[in-house]
């Protein structure tokens, strides 16, 4: 599946934020407030090159005192006065920022716009943009804390912006069948109401809940699906792990997105799982614990919930089970209130909408396969004002017509169903189905024998008994059955998948 979202236009001030956020190392606060007390992002760059040790110190002496004064007008309109202890703390953030500002190819950022976007494979948007969410600015409610300066982007930037109050799934890694079946039940029935989802992209309970949003597509217009969001820990050229990049892939082609507040080449380290966590709490409006153990990163996304004042959600557990233990003792807290069922999405999440796309190009002009470039080399073409004027309402259908036409482009579509003979639908012959179709039929054969339900977990399990190496995962399930379904080969009944009565 291809993915025809065009690329938003890379601005002058998300690329002088993008230099800023390479010199720092995780969520800063120094620079935030530096910045809240500058005129812009821009303004701040061109001081701290001027402050750099290694200038002259008739230049670097004066620049210094510009910074600090910025910083403490930014700390005062951030409702926190300076003391000796943040100013002393402030000079070490100043002296980290200019030793990382020496591994810049250039110290120049508007020539260093391929450079910031993998070639322009990636998209950068910050605050001020029509694709930004601007629920991430709730990060800064309190003066230690730090929102992103811009967000890294693959996939469709609109998607941000698809929904007022998106959900949140989180989980363990080592989920079971269980919290499993919750993230990826949830997820579906969300995106098939039009809801954003947003996770993480590990293996477990992130990936069932971005499997379960995708496969809300299947038998239904693609216009009226929910997208999908996943947050990394490091920069997108080293999203993991390598099992999941099917999924990712999944999410790009169906107008979903990837994102990471954290530049190219930026390795995912263990500690930066932690403040990627906090993006996951801030863009949900609603956040669900699927599966959790007590040591969880999971716990930690609903703390950051709790204390950005999110809905959160737990679903209670076997008591038995350590897997479990998080989620229970949460709701025991109080600090999340209980799931009460899997199937019932209206319980927990705000009316069903279309998704919010109305902007043909999002965040700007359509660049598609092309590099993105400063906002100065493209004035002749846009002017700024442009990436925020809404267009009227029989532009934005024709729009979202085109969209929804290039983007299901390689979708199978319902009407390739088999056509009727002679006043009957045609057979579907197992024999001419792919291989890959056929071993699925036989999984869903075998399980009908020993009477169980035919649930994609049921599935997996038979399949790693008779099929281990062609079936390794819960995303090759749930891939090959979408497509069976679509192709009419299986129905669902209930939470099964039964053979069509066409298939002989």
Request: glycine share 6%; charged share 20%.
């Amino acid at each position: 599946m291809t993915n025809h979202s065009p690329m938003p236009i890379l601005s002058r001030d998300a690329l002088f934020r993008a230099a800023l956020t390479f010199c720092l190392d995780g969520a800063d606060a120094s620079m935030y407030a530096t910045l809240k007390g500058a005129d812009n992002a821009e303004h701040v760059w061109h001081v701290l090159v001027e402050a750099h040790p290694s200038g002259s110190s008739t230049i670097c002496g004066p620049a210094m005192k510009k910074l600090e004064r910025m910083f403490i007008e930014g700390m005062i309109r951030w409702g926190r006065k300076p003391s000796n202890t943040i100013m002393n703390a402030f000079h070490t953030a100043v002296a980290s920022w200019h030793n990382r500002m020496q591994d810049l190819p250039n110290r120049n950022p508007l020539a260093l716009a391929d450079w910031f976007t993998m070639d322009g494979t990636q998209w950068i948007v910050a605050p001020g943009n029509s694709c930004w969410p601007q629920q991430l600015d709730d990060l800064a409610i309190r003066s230690d804390w730090a929102p992103p300066l811009c967000i890294w982007g693959k996939g469709d930037s609109r998607a941000l912006t698809s929904c007022d109050k998106p959900i949140g799934i989180v989980g363990s890694r080592d989920v079971t069948e269980y919290g499993r079946y919750v993230a990826h039940t949830l997820a579906e029935q969300a995106a098939a109401s039009g809801h954003l989802v947003v996770s993480g992209g590990a293996m477990g309970t992130d990936a069932a809940a971005h499997w379960g949003a995708l496969n809300a597509l299947h038998g239904r217009n693609q216009s009226n699906i929910g997208r999908t969001v996943a947050v990394f820990a490091g920069g997108l050229n080293h999203m993991g792990p390598m099992r999941n990049r099917a999924l990712f892939e999944r999410i790009e082609g169906q107008s979903g997105a990837l994102i990471s507040e954290l530049c190219p080449n930026v390795i995912p380290e263990a500690r930066r799982f932690l403040l990627r966590n906090r993006i996951i709490a801030a863009l949900s409006s609603t956040l669900v614990v699927a599966q959790a153990r007590l040591r969880s990163g999971a716990l930690n996304t609903a703390g950051w919930a709790c204390e950005l004042m999110r809905e959160v959600y737990a679903a209670p557990g076997d008591i038995n089970q350590p897997v479990n233990a998080g989620c229970n003792k949460i709701i025991n807290e109080q600090k999340a209130v209980l799931l009460c069922a899997a199937t019932r999405i209206e319980d927990i999440c705000h009316e069903p909408h279309q998704p919010i796309m109305a902007f043909d190009s999002p965040c700007g002009e359509p660049r598609t396969g092309q590099s993105q470039q400063p906002e100065e080399a493209q004035q002749a073409q846009h002017s700024p004002q442009q990436d925020t004027q809404l267009q009227r309402p029989e532009e934005n259908a024709r729009n979202q017509h085109r969209q929804h036409s290039q983007t299901t482009a390689n979708i199978p579509d319902l009407r390739d169903q088999p056509s009727p003979v002679n006043g009957k639908t045609q057979a579907i012959k197992l024999s001419d189905l792919p291989e890959s179709q056929r071993l699925m039929a036989a999984l869903i054969q075998e399980c009908n024998k020993r009477h169980l339900i035919t649930t994609p977990d049921a599935l997996l399990r038979m399949a790693k008994t008779s099929a281990p190496d062609d079936i390794t995962n819960i995303a090759t399930v749930l891939e090959i059955l979408g497509t069976m379904e679509l192709a009419g080969i299986v129905t669902r009944k209930a939470d099964a998948m039964v053979l069509s009565e066409l298939v002989a």
